[in-house]
Structure formats: structure tokens, C-alpha cells
């Protein structure tokens, strides 16, 4: 990125608005711009002239401006913003922006805002724990907003639990990281695959196995976030789809297969994240198949190794990475995996590790590239792993 980074603050109505002072301080002294946005509420805790002077502009304080102003108007400040950074966000607002609510300036900016939005949410323990605000929170997440999640700790209320708003440190460092990021990857067509395949047996039973998707999609969500234009092939998953990113759901690893070679040719970056059967049932029977109480033996055959074959025919500095998940001896699999799949990094997981695999929120690899020098990342968020993911295709993308 050319010049400062320009982070929009949105300040809502709790009482850790006043930490808000502070973060603008932390943020312009790290050398970004900061353009306040302030709720009706949160100047009931912090005012407008605290922020107006801690960041050298004035605040924004409403969608209704006396004269038309070029400057203020909520589509000019979206469009001057390189992150969208909520910080302290309380229950209400999040919740008007899970619902697309457009009701004051913050959230009319929310929606407007096609880059990276961080979410620093505080409140009163009970509130962050209901229901509510946790599904609110993860419509959020599932739009590829990053949230900061609050701390535990003693409470202005008198309440002890999680809640209370992260560190400022930390929210200044994403703040800055989103901002930084958000335009590195535009104009690059990212495909990605995620999520198990399903192969049928008969019209009521099939093969798959116990990949969620969640670190396919983090990755497609993370790329948009950067500005790339992403293609996510997705089999059967829970999650609903990234916000800013074109999904393809596919069911079979045939299809998978079909739908990534369509979208492969102008693609500068290919990850495979999918966990595609490796066998198929030999035919899918058109009717409910009967056993009872006999023994059956299936006959399955092998589907095609779509990475493989991606990798053979990739058009000229195309990146291909590959995923493994792996129970025994990952690295020496790993490794091996990679030259005969013949992409350029292969990141492996243990999925019996703990706090790895399919179904959890976090992930211990190892990255193998093409020297097969193999780079071990502590256990972090999936969400973390593919934005470390992405610099480091990113980094390979400039050595070429
Ligand atoms: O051989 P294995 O299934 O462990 O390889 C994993 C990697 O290969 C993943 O990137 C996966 O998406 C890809 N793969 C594929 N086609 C298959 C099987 C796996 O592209 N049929």
C-alpha cells in the first residue's frame, strides 16, 4: 500500500467509548489517518471534540449534513476507508449490522464498506453470552468480519466474565493489518476449493467425510478481504457463504472437479482446501438400495486427483497449494504428497492434534514448499492460518 493507511473508527454507545481516545492516539501514532464515526449514544460517554482533536478531523456524526458535503456523506467516507474498524461494538449495533440495519451513520457505512470490517466487541458478560449476540456475532464472522474478541476480566457493572473490550493494543494492530492488506491482492482471480464431497450410494445415502469447510471458506473470506476476486467451489457445508465472494456448490468430487476446471484458467492462485473422496461408489443406484440383515461389499472406484491434475496442465505462474490432512507421519507424507501432486506449498495438519481437524475454529500446520522445507505454525484460529497463508503465497507471488 502507497501512503497511510485510512482506517474509519466507528465509536458506539457503551461505556468503553472513553477507551476510544485512546485507540485513535495508539492508531495516528502509528502513522494512519482516522476519520471517527460516532453514534448518537457514544457521545453520551466520549465527545466529539476529544476524537475531532485526537485525530486531526471532524467527527461524523450523522447521515444528515446541513448542506450536501463531498467529504462527510456515508458512500465518500466508505469509499475513503481502507478497513471499517468497530471499536468498543456493543450488542445493539452489532446486531443492526447482522441484520443489515441502515438506521444512523455507522451502520449506513457498514453497509456501503466493501473492505475489511473489524469488530471489537464490549459488554456486560450475560449480554455477550445470549444467544442472541453469539448468533449475531457469528453471522458476522461467517461475512468474513474480523472479530476481536473481548476479554474476561472485571467489569464497569460490577460483572466478572468475558466482555470487557480487548486490549487496545490488539484492536490497533488488526485495525492497521486490515487496513494495510486490503487492497494487496486486487484484481487477483483466488480460487478455492472447501468442504467434504458427498458421493452417492443411492438416492438417500452417500460417502463423504467430516471436513466442515470452515478453513476453505476463512481462506475465500480473507482473499476478498484483501480486494482478490474469489471463486469458492464449496461442497456440502454448514456455513453460509463469504461475504464479497462468488460461491459454486458443488456435491460430488466430479463436479468439484468440473466447476474448478471451468474457473482454473484465469486464476493466478489455486487452493485446494477441499477434502474430496478419494473413491466413489462404482454406480449410484437410482432407487433406495435393500441389504437386510446380509453382508455388503461395495465396490468403489477411484475419483480423479483434481490438484494433480490442475497442477499438470496450469497455465504459466499460477500458484497451486495443496492441503493434506493426515493421521500418522504428516511430515514425511506431507512432504511426498507434495511432489507427486506437483503444487507449490502443501499445508499439512495432524488432524488427531488437538485443537486441529475438521470440525474445530483452530489449526496446527506445517507448510511445505517447493524445496521441501517445511515451516511448523504454532496453533492458531483458521482465520489466522489463511491470512498467514496469504502472505506467504503473496511473498511467493513477488519472488517469481
Ligand atoms: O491425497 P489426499 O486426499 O490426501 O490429498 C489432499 C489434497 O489433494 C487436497 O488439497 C485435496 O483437495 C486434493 N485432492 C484432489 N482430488 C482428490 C483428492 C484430493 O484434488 N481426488
Redesign the pocket.
Known amino acids: 500500500m502507497n501512503g497511510s493507511p485510512r482506517i474509519l473508527l466507528g465509536v458506539t454507545g457503551g461505556i468503553a467509548a472513553y477507551k476510544a481516545a485512546e485507540l485513535v492516539r495508539a492508531l495516528v501514532k502509528e502513522g494512519a489517518e482516522v476519520q471517527v464515526i460516532l453514534t448518537p449514544r457514544a457521545e453520551e460517554f466520549v465527545t466529539p471534540l476529544t476524537l475531532a482533536t485526537l485525530s486531526g478531523r471532524p467527527v461524523a456524526r450523522t447521515e444528515f449534513t446541513p448542506e450536501p458535503s463531498p467529504t462527510i456523506g456515508h458512500i465518500e467516507l466508505a469509499r475513503w476507508g481502507h478497513a471499517l474498524v468497530v471499536a468498543p461494538a456493543t450488542a445493539n449495533e452489532i446486531a443492526r449490522f447482522a441484520h443489515g440495519q441502515a438506521d444512523d451513520l455507522l451502520t449506513t457505512v457498514y453497509l456501503a464498506f466493501a473492505g475489511p470490517v473489524v469488530v471489537a466487541p464490549a459488554m456486560n458478560p450475560k449480554m455477550w453470552d445470549h444467544p442472541e449476540t453469539r448468533e449475531n456475532v457469528e453471522r458476522l464472522r461467517a461475512r468474513g468480519v474480523a472479530i476481536v474478541d473481548p476479554e474476561e476480566g472485571y467489569m464497569a457493572c460490577g460483572d466478572e466474565g468475558a466482555g470487557r473490550l480487548a486490549a487496545l493494543q490488539t484492536i490497533a494492530a488488526e485495525a492497521l493489518w486490515a487496513a494495510r492488506r486490503s487492497t494487496s491482492l486486487l484484481g487477483v482471480k483466488v480460487l478455492v ?1 472447501a468442504g467434504p464431497t458427498h458421493e452417492p450410494l443411492d438416492p438417500v445415502r452417500f460417502l463423504g467425510n467430516r471436513s466442515s469447510g470452515k478453513m476453505g471458506f476463512a481462506i475465500a473470506a480473507a482473499a476478498a478481504a484483501r480486494g482478490a476476486e474469489v471463486v469458492l467451489v464449496a461442497g456440502p457445508s454448514r456455513l453460509a457463504p463469504p461475504f464479497g465472494v462468488r460461491t459454486v456448490p458443488v456435491t460430488t ?1 466430479a463436479a468439484m ?1 468440473a466447476a474448478l476446471e471451468r474457473e482454473a484458467a484465469d486464476a493466478k492462485v489455486i487452493v ?7 473413491h466413489r461408489p462404482a454406480d449410484a443406484a437410482p432407487r433406495k438400495l435393500e441389504h437386510k440383515g446380509e453382508s455388503w461389499a461395495l465396490e468403489l472406484v477411484p ?8 497442477a499438470a496442465r496450469r497455465p504459466a505462474g499460477q500458484l497451486i497449494v ?5 493421521t500418522h507421519d504428516a511430515l514425511a507424507r506431507g512432504r511426498a ?1 507434495r511432489e507427486r ?1 506437483g ?1 507449490d506449498l502443501l499445508v499439512v495438519n495432524d488432524v488427531t492434534a488437538e485443537g486441529a481437524g475438521f470440525e474445530a475454529d483452530t489449526n496446527v500446520v506445517t507448510l511445505i514448499g517447493r524445496d521441501g522445507a517445511a515451516d511448523a505454525w504454532p496453533r492458531m484460529s483458521k482465520r489466522q492460518v489463511a491470512e498467514r497463508l496469504l502472505d506467504r503465497i503473496e511473498a511467493e507471488r513477488r519472488s517469481r
Open positions: 476449493s468430487a472437479q485446494m482446501a477441499a477434502a474430496v473422496a478419494d475419483t480423479p486427483d483434481i490438484l494433480a491434475g490442475l495443496g492441503f493434506a490432512a493426515e504428497k501432486k503444487c
